[in-house]
């Protein structure tokens, strides 16, 4: 608690878009309630302070860290240990910082790949062939920026964290309750859920609250909304061929993708005792394919063009697997190999030579 | 890696150096018919490769994709998944869902970079303990022609510790922090 008896607040952006920001501005007029009950300390998107500010910080000083943005580099890892230090309650905030989001997709690809698209590709002027340099000797001195990991990881991978507000970005009026909560728990209003909670969302699924009817349990074809004619506007969008990640997400939005006539992407992570989001709704998938024949079952999953896009949009930096095996093996690290054959015996081995 | 994620597999060459590669498989059976055949298959004294352990499930059907993964992510080399022939199963067609599972799963493992050879799938009746041997032998050695998967083993997660990664222009000094 600072000298003026309020709490003490901070919110930052890692590897994130800054719409989490947004959205906790978007709680209105009830930001004022925010700035009333907490002294907002460090956050960049709505105002200026540095880091050192924060590194010069006692340990447990600020009450309530918003997380947002996933851990992409060497300075979003410095600020998830130095916020992780500096504050009572550490926030996962929003879908990056939980489960990898949107950034989290890159780790289907090598850091490599990931360069050689964005500064080689056709569409791209770069006569000189240039590469971010982590650290450059200008004549002014030295110039630095921050170092790329091989793989996007969530932040309670790299700390310890206390809560986990999902979705992308999680709805403000979640946000709300949880800002309530807090105030009133600082009160001594109000006891704080148990250390590790998915607090602003619910435990369920978004069909849950999905007002669309669901029949038959069977499906055709997959097809994308964009090339169906006519949507019926009160059937479940997965009976109607449109991948929908509703039967694996968790609620919290109150279904409103679904329920303004596009499918879930599922942002709002896996519900209670899911592990994998991706895997689940794989189950899901295929439970409802009206096929028995490989064949036909491989024709019906030929409408799902990108079926791990499909599956882990936002879930893949938190999945079991956690990256390709491509990225996996660029990490850097050795992996633990038990016993190797001698190296002509796999010779020509299909696509097991790769590494 | 340290040497305690570099245990030695049941099974497998202790000697690292130039042993001759063992792939460790995880098995899925059902109740009713694979796993009998398996049973089977030891009653009658069938040899089949000891890289395989199998585990019971009620019925295929029950298989969620996440063991499959995480059996990979665990360390195993390859994954079988069996069940009863289409028509005979207990509890209908629940090993249609599994077929189904299957096939959708070996899509998202191979655009994962995971061979698809590494997950198979065998129908076995209860009364089909030489034929589950065979399948066991036949996929030991696809997967053993394979290599090694090289997920972490024994839950060792190589990729969570930060390498920093050189770019173009020649490695840079990797400042501590990313290595901590």
């Given at each position: 608690?600072?000298?003026?008896?309020?709490?003490?607040?901070?919110?930052?952006?890692?590897?994130?878009?800054?719409?989490?920001?947004?959205?906790?501005?978007?709680?209105?007029?009830?930001?004022?309630?925010?700035?009333?009950?907490?002294?907002?300390?460090?956050?960049?998107?709505?105002?200026?302070?540095?880091?050192?500010?924060?590194?010069?910080?006692?340990?447990?000083?600020?009450?309530?860290?918003?997380?947002?943005?996933?851990?992409?580099?060497?300075?979003?890892?410095?600020?998830?240990?130095?916020?992780?230090?500096?504050?009572?309650?550490?926030?996962?905030?929003?879908?990056?910082?939980?489960?990898?989001?949107?950034?989290?997709?890159?780790?289907?690809?090598?850091?490599?790949?990931?360069?050689?698209?964005?500064?080689?590709?056709?569409?791209?002027?770069?006569?000189?062939?240039?590469?971010?340099?982590?650290?450059?000797?200008?004549?002014?001195?030295?110039?630095?920026?921050?170092?790329?990991?091989?793989?996007?990881?969530?932040?309670?991978?790299?700390?310890?964290?206390?809560?986990?507000?999902?979705?992308?970005?999680?709805?403000?009026?979640?946000?709300?309750?949880?800002?309530?909560?807090?105030?009133?728990?600082?009160?001594?209003?109000?006891?704080?859920?148990?250390?590790?909670?998915?607090?602003?969302?619910?435990?369920?699924?978004?069909?849950?609250?999905?007002?669309?009817?669901?029949?038959?349990?069977?499906?055709?074809?997959?097809?994308?909304?964009?090339?169906?004619?006519?949507?019926?506007?009160?059937?479940?969008?997965?009976?109607?061929?449109?991948?929908?990640?509703?039967?694996?997400?968790?609620?919290?939005?109150?279904?409103?993708?679904?329920?303004?006539?596009?499918?879930?992407?599922?942002?709002?992570?896996?519900?209670?005792?899911?592990?994998?989001?991706?895997?689940?709704?794989?189950?899901?998938?295929?439970?409802?394919?009206?096929?028995?024949?490989?064949?036909?079952?491989?024709?019906?999953?030929?409408?799902?063009?990108?079926?791990?896009?499909?599956?882990?949009?936002?879930?893949?930096?938190?999945?079991?697997?956690?990256?390709?095996?491509?990225?996996?093996?660029?990490?850097?690290?050795?992996?633990?190999?038990i016993a190797?054959?001698?190296?002509?015996?796999?010779?020509?081995?299909?696509?097991g030579?790769?590494? | 890696?340290?040497?305690?994620?570099?245990?030695a597999p049941v099974g497998a060459?202790?000697?690292?150096?130039?042993?001759a590669f063992e792939p460790v498989m995880i098995g899925f059976t059902?109740?009713?018919?694979s796993y009998?055949?398996a049973?089977?298959a030891?009653?009658?004294?069938?040899?089949y490769p000891p890289n395989v352990r199998l585990i019971r499930?009620?019925?295929?059907?029950?298989l969620?994709?996440?063991f499959v993964l995480k059996a990979f992510a665990g360390g195993a080399d390859g994954v079988m998944v069996s069940?009863?022939?289409?028509?005979?199963?207990?509890?209908?067609?629940?090993?249609?869902?599994?077929?189904?599972?299957?096939?959708?799963?070996?899509?998202?493992i191979?655009?994962?970079?995971i061979e698809p050879a590494r997950l198979q799938l065998v129908?076995a009746?209860?009364?089909?303990?030489?034929?589950f041997a065979h399948e066991v032998g036949r996929i030991v050695e696809e997967v053993r022609a394979l290599g090694p998967l090289g997920w972490?083993r024994?839950?060792?997660?190589?990729?969570?510790?930060?390498?920093?990664?050189?770019?173009?222009?020649?490695?840079?000094?990797?400042?501590?922090?990313?290595?901590?």
């Open positions: 608690m600072s000298s003026n008896g309020k709490h003490r607040f901070a919110m930052y952006w890692a590897a994130s878009c800054g719409g989490c920001d947004i959205a906790v501005l978007n709680l209105h007029e009830k930001i004022a309630e925010v700035a009333d009950a907490f002294e907002i300390v460090f956050w960049p998107c709505a105002m200026d302070t540095k880091y050192a500010d924060v590194e010069a910080l006692p340990d447990g000083s600020i009450d309530l860290t918003f997380f947002s943005g996933s851990i992409r580099n060497d300075e979003n890892l410095h600020l998830a240990k130095l916020l992780r230090r500096t504050s009572k309650i550490l926030v996962a905030f929003g879908s990056c910082a939980s489960e990898g989001c949107i950034p989290g997709l890159a780790n289907f690809s090598t850091v490599d790949d990931m360069l050689t698209t964005a500064f080689e590709t056709p569409s791209t002027e770069n006569p000189l062939h240039l590469r971010p340099v982590p650290r450059w000797a200008a004549p002014e001195g030295e110039i630095r920026i921050p170092t790329l990991a091989p793989v996007v990881r969530t932040l309670d991978q790299v700390v310890d964290i206390d809560y986990t507000i999902p979705g992308c970005p999680p709805e403000s009026a979640r946000i709300a309750e949880v800002v309530d909560l807090a105030i009133a728990a600082f009160a001594g209003r109000a006891e704080l859920p148990p250390k590790g909670s998915v607090i602003g969302a619910g435990t369920s699924t978004v069909c849950d609250q999905c007002a669309r009817q669901r029949d038959v349990k069977k499906i055709a074809a997959f097809t994308r909304i964009q090339a169906t004619a006519y949507l019926d506007p009160a059937l479940c969008l997965l009976e109607q061929g449109i991948p929908c990640s509703g039967p694996a997400t968790r609620d919290g939005c109150g279904a409103l993708c679904p329920v303004a006539g596009a499918p879930c992407i599922g942002c709002y992570g896996p519900s209670d005792g899911v592990v994998d989001q991706g895997a689940r709704l794989l189950s899901a998938f295929s439970s409802v394919i009206d096929a028995r024949e490989p064949g036909d079952i491989e024709r019906i999953l030929d409408g799902l063009p990108d079926p791990l896009g499909t599956f882990y949009r936002f879930g893949l930096a938190r999945s079991i697997l956690r990256a390709s095996r491509p990225a996996f093996a660029s990490s850097g690290v050795e992996p633990p190999v190797r054959a001698p190296e002509p015996a796999r010779a020509g081995a299909a696509g030579t790769d590494r | 890696m340290s040497a305690t994620t570099t245990q060459a202790t000697d690292s150096a130039g042993a059902c109740n009713w018919c009998r055949a049973d089977l030891g009653t009658a004294r069938i040899k499930l009620m019925c295929s059907g029950r969620d994709p996440a069940g009863c022939w289409p028509g005979e199963c207990h509890y209908i067609e629940q090993n249609i869902k599994a077929l189904r599972r299957f096939v959708l799963l070996r899509r998202v191979e655009a994962m970079g129908w009746s209860a009364a089909e303990g030489q034929r972490g024994d839950g060792a997660r190589p990729h969570e510790s930060i390498a920093a990664v050189s770019t173009a222009a020649g490695p840079a000094a990797v400042p501590a922090e990313v290595t901590a």
